[in-house]
Structure formats: C-alpha cells, structure tokens
C-alpha cells in the first residue's frame, strides 16, 4: 500500500511537474488519493489516479471532499451582494453558503428575500431582526454551519473567492486544524495607509501575546477551520472584535495557525467599508483580554 502510494506520488510528481517553470517544493496526498502540488503551502497542481494526463485537470478542480461552510455576513450591501454570490457559487467544491443579513436597510434584505431565498440549493439565508454585528452575524452562520470545515466570506468584493482553492488544501489533507488568507503574503492594494498600520500592529500583537503565533495577517477576513474545532470555542464578540477573539483563543487552545498567500483589494468608505482604523483599538484590546480571560 506504501509502496503504491509512493509510485502514485512520484508519477504525479514528475507528470504534474511537466511544463511548469518553477522547481516542485513539495507533494503530499490528499483524501481519495489524489495528490496535492504545493510551493510554499500553494496549491499549484491536482492530480488523481484515474486521471490520465493531470495536467490536463490540474486546477480544473480540487479533490475537496469535505463540505465546506461559506459564513456569509452581510450589512447594506446591496452594490456588491449578488455578484459575491455568484462568484462564491462558482468556486468548484461542494459548499453551503450561509448568508447573514444582518438587519440591512439598503434593500439587501429584499434582494435576499426576493431573488436568493429558496432559488439555489446550496444557499442559505437567515435574518436578523435587527443590527447586531459582523461578529454576530458569524456566530449565526456557525450555529448553523453543517460542514467540515468553515470560511468566512465578507458580502464585498475585497477577497477573491477563487482563492478558495488555495486555502482548502492544507485542511483537507489533514495537515492544518486552522489556515489564514495572508494578504502580506500576497498582494495588497488600495489599502489606506492607517488601515495597513492598524493591521500590522494587530498581527505584531498576536505574535507577541501569544507564543508560538508566527502568523503575518491576524486581521485577514479569509480564516478557514475545522468546523468542529470552531463550535467548541466559546465566542463572546459580536463587532469586528471578532477576528482577534478567534485568533485569541485558536492559539490559546495551542493549534497552530497555518498561512496560505492571498490578493486582496480594498474597497473604500464610498464603496461601503465600513471598518475604520479605530477599530483596531477594539481589537487590540480584544487580543490583551483573551490573553488572560476566557
Ligand atoms: N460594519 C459592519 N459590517 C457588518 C455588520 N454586520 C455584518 N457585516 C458585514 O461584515 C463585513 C464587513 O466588511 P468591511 O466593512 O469591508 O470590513 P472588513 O472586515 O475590513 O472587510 C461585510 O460583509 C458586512 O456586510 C455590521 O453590523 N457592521
Ligand atoms: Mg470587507
């Protein structure tokens, strides 16, 4: 069994490796025996037995068995609501989205109710009567999440949903309880320059609050994790304190926190950001608490 198991991995190795200009760091086997081609915790390459030539499905799709819960919180986001749909909807694994409206004003809510609701088998829409949070919103989506593993997907168009498939791998082989989005990893742009400094100081106080953290993106929106794993912790926040109270008490919990390069866009305040740097203070705060609290 070893044995052809290694065969397997050295052919798709040498197969997947054809035409490609960069040097193969790295193979591992996924679930179903297909293998997974990684440079730097990238996903580069699938390939399974059956296939005939991998290179001819590679990043056709991923070999995610798993289903993945997309946790969906949105506030007013009428402007960029359907089209976070379709492109979520389009990324090739088996999936269940989970949108929070989050007691939207702007007609988000309608959108939901009126061309969302009950049309795709694969979306799910809960409501909040009224305003309660980013953090709220998640905790709905997570109370009601049935798949293996859960992602959060923000209703805007900053974070590429493709890159799904970057992030899968890592969990879905078994090699990562939790894997983080880096956007300093990989490309930034548009971001205001208080914003980035706000984050930078959020991931610097991560890492010094917590031993063993050596993350580079504590505020990424794109966090994936074992679902399991997620229902257990018990979470207090309801704003964007959300992100650090997670991050707080993963690392707490003593599992390591696994980065995967992501591009990332900013949108502005007339786009509808809402976050401001100020936030940061909230959330450095948050990170101090759960250092010593629960
Ligand atoms: N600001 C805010 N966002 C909310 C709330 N409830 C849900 N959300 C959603 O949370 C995400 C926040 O996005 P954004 O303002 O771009 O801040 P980000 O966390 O820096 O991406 C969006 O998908 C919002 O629609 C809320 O009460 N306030
Ligand atoms: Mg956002």
């Known amino acids: 069994m070893l044995v052809d198991l290694y065969r397997f991995a050295s052919t798709s190795l040498r197969r997947l490796n054809k035409g490609m200009d960069d040097e193969v760091i790295g193979i591992h086997l996924g ?19 059956a296939s005939a030539d991998a ?19 949105a506030y007013n986001e009428r402007e960029t609501l359907r089209e976070i749909i379709t ?16 007691g939207s004003t702007d007609g988000t809510r309608e959108i939901l109710q009126e061309e969302i609701e009950g049309k795709y088998p694969d ?9 309660r949070g980013k953090g709220a919103a ?11 593993y859960l992602i959060v997907q923000d209703a805007d168009l900053e974070y590429d949903p493709a890159e799904y498939l970057k992030l899968l791998p890592l969990i879905e082989s078994g090699q990562a309880d939790v894997v983080y989005g880096s956007r ?16 930078k100081l959020l991931t610097w106080g991560t890492n010094i609050l917590y031993p063993g953290a050596k993350i580079t993106d504590e505020a990424t929106c794109y966090k994936v994790f074992r679902l399991d794993l997620l229902k257990k912790l018990p979470l207090r926040s309801r704003r964007f304190d959300f992100c650090p109270e997670v991050t707080a008490k993963t690392l707490k919990r003593g599992y390591k926190i696994h980065e995967v390069p992501i591009n990332y866009v900013a949108r502005t305040e007339q786009q509808g950001k809402k976050i401001r740097w100020t936030d940061g203070f909230d959330a450095l705060w948050t990170l101090i608490k759960y250092r010593f609290i629960d």
């Not at 979306?123 to 305003?131: A, G, I, M, P, S």
């Open 31 to 49: 679930k179903g025996g297909s293998a997974l081609l990684l440079r730097d915790n990238v996903l580069l390459k699938t390939a399974s037995p």
């Open 55 to 73: 290179t001819d499905q590679a990043s056709a799709t991923l070999p995610v068995t798993g289903l993945l819960s997309v946790a969906m919180p």
């Open 87 to 102: 492109r979520v909807r389009a990324v090739p694994v088996r999936k269940e989205i989970i949108i929070v409206d989050d």
């Open 123 to 131: 979306v799910r829409v809960l409501y909040h009567t009224e305003n």
């Open 138 to 148: 998640i905790c709905t989506a997570i109370a009601h999440a049935q798949g293996e």
């Open 184 to 199: 300093f990893l990989g490309s930034i742009r548009k971001m205001r320059f208080t914003n980035l400094v706000a984050n």
